[in-house]
């Protein structure tokens, strides 16, 4: 491992590496206040680009990473980062991926499940399965035998054990107590009136409203990612639609745009965030009595609303931007029992016709 001392005093290192690709590279690297640093950065470089079981878990999650930039949107890679750095890496980091065997994922499982903090199912779902994709990546392309976190078992539930959400007569309840600022108002109607996401609600303009069709057009997600504001494409191609809305819906949009001082058509409609939307939602929900729920959960009652209005799962499936009706069906199946007993009622009155 060669380290040059420059002129300045400073040191530095350039070598020859294979990249975890194959391609073969040159790295240089200036700077160093020791010649042990220099050696010790071209020693981890090299680790991290050595296409085989012996590169540490950290190294492997640089590579992997690097890889996920190129498929993935800035929100989900962030989302993705803050997991890994905050529940996976604390654990393996130091660790050879060769070292890490059933047994060690179980253990970190254990510590996750009965950590003081509570993680709900989905979350611990949601974790591991982070760390099987990890271990997936490293199986392509490190030579690893097998994917330990797989041969593990996975760890919490999919779906979570029970849904929250409001009824009409609960949003009426609520409405009132955030109607006094105009921009929370029509926010809130658009959430329960139409199944919208934060993030596409947070992204739309007034040229998304066609107010002679009554229609709002979904094109585009907003998120906010190292403080800066992005607008992105939504989060599947199904989540590209048009939603029908009531008159006063539209109505309230309308009057609500009038009211922006220095307002494009182009510029998003409601320019907050969505620490807004939580805080409003708290101050509403103390103030009507009704139970807290999230943000997110609105879209939930927005669904509800629909099956308890008898409406197909197609139709609902559409109207949220689901990719498929199975979406649909998985998530609100549980809603259904009472629409059976009412099929087996009409079908009943038609053979005593």
Known sequence: MPAYKNERGSWNVKFYYTDWTGKRKQKKKEGFKTKKEAQAFELDFLNKCENSVDITFRNLVANYMEDCRVHLKPTTLANKQFLIDTKILPYFGDMRICDIDISTVRKWQNELISHENGYSQTYLKTVHNQLSAIFNFAVKYYKLPSNPAAACGSMGKKK??????????????????????????????????????????????????????????????????????????????????????????????????????????????????????????????????????????????????????????????????????????????????????????????????
């Open 160 to 353: 979570a054990e029970g849904m929250q959400f409001w009824t009409k007569e609960e949003f009426d309840q609520f409405i009132p107590h955030v109607s006094d600022k105009p921009m929370s108002k029509v926010i809130f109607y658009l959430f329960f009136y139409s199944g919208i996401r934060e993030g596409e609600l947070l992204a739309l303009t007034l040229n998304d409203f066609d107010f002679d069709k009554n229609t709002v057009s979904i094109t585009k997600n907003y998120a906010r990612v190292n403080n800066q504001d992005i607008i992105q494409t939504p989060k599947t191609p199904k989540s590209k639609r048009t939603i029908t809305l009531p008159a006063e819906i539209m109505e309230m949009v309308k009057e609500y745009g009038g009211m922006l001082y220095d307002y494009k058509p182009t510029d998003r409609l409601f320019p907050t965030q969505k620490s807004f939307l939580t805080r409003e939602m708290a101050r509403g929900c103390k103030l009507s009595g009704v139970k807290k729920i999230r943000i997110h959960d609105l879209r939930h009652s927005h669904a509800s609303l629909l099956i308890e209005l008898g409406f197909a799962p197609l139709l609902i499936s559409e109207r949220l931007g689901h990719e498929n009706v199975e979406t649909t069906l998985n998530t609100y199946s549980h809603l259904y029992p009472n629409k059976h007993g009412e099929v087996a009622e009409i079908l009943s009155n038609l053979m005593r016709n």
